[in-house]
């Protein structure tokens, strides 16, 4: 990407006092334009790479793995490492104390995989333009809560794209049907046709559902629904009854009884806690409806 203008640079920030709790504290960040070593040792800080550029491997727990960028590969405490370019790549890598993984882990920052692709390079690059500003600073003392925060935002961006990848054609198929219900909440949705559409015998189609998604698929459908409620009551005008049809119950009281046990309030409840926030010139006489 070479969106940093320089060839590398390293701050350790760990002693930098932060104002606020809402970030994970860094410990260091670097960056090396054409990397050309391979790195082997074992390291006391949980980190990420982000390979920007370039092509090499990683040999993780006895198997090599290849590095492909754009990706982010990750390092743990106390695990020996051996992972580098075939010939140059470029990397940004962010080191965090050991102290500071159970709170990575917690909020679903440390995924499973070791590595794993970055989906969507350019909403990254805008997210690195960010960093970029701040740490051409220099000082960085009034600006470490942003730049824990920046750090934070940008391993999130890279999941957000990577975090359910399709590893088989059932998987990619289970995802195209989970989408489909998710685009046409307002219409009836018939899964053992959209299964034989994906030519999945129904009992094939159930257990790769439960294995993708862990919710049964008329669940499924019920919560997004609600989901669904839960947005137009606070968004739109449209009565009680009207978004209950509309979202295909057919029975408003059924809707009701649902919309409480998923909630915990009724959906006069949930109308009165939550637009209270809106101007009446923020709402729409009628919700759009997805075709």
Known sequence: MDIFNTSWFGYHVAPIARKFAASTPLSDIGYIRDKDSRVQL??????????????????????????????????????????????????????????????????????????????????????????????????????IDRIDSLCEMLILETLLGGARPAYSP???????????????????????????AHAMHPAAFRRSWMREIGVPPARYLMLQRIKEACRLLVETSSSIGEIAGLLRFEDPLYFSRKFRAVTGLTATEYRRRYQSSLSPAQLVDRPLVTK
């Not at 790549?89 to 104390?97: A, D, R, S």
């Not at 969507?120 to 690195?128: I, R, S, Y």
């Not at 990619?172 to 299964?195: G, K, P, Q």
């Open 170 to 196: 059932q998987a990619e198929a289970i995802r195209d049907i989970e989408t489909h219900v998710n685009t046409h909440l307002y219409s009836d949705i018939d899964f053992a046709s959209a299964a034989d």
């Open 42 to 143: 074992t390291f006391g800080t949980f980190n990420y790479s982000f390979i920007l550029r370039g092509v090499g491997t990683y040999l993780y727990r006895g198997q090599m793995l290849t590095v492909q960028a754009p990706c982010v590969l990750t390092q743990s405490p106390g695990e020996p490492m051996d992972y580098g370019p075939d010939t140059t790549w470029e990397e940004l890598y962010l080191m965090y104390n050991q102290s500071a993984l159970p709170r990575l882990t917690a909020a679903g920052l440390v995924p499973k995989a070791p590595i794993w692709p970055i989906q969507d390079p350019v909403q990254l690059q805008a997210h690195l333009g960010g960093l970029v500003r701040t740490l051409g600073l220099r000082y960085f003392d009034p600006f």
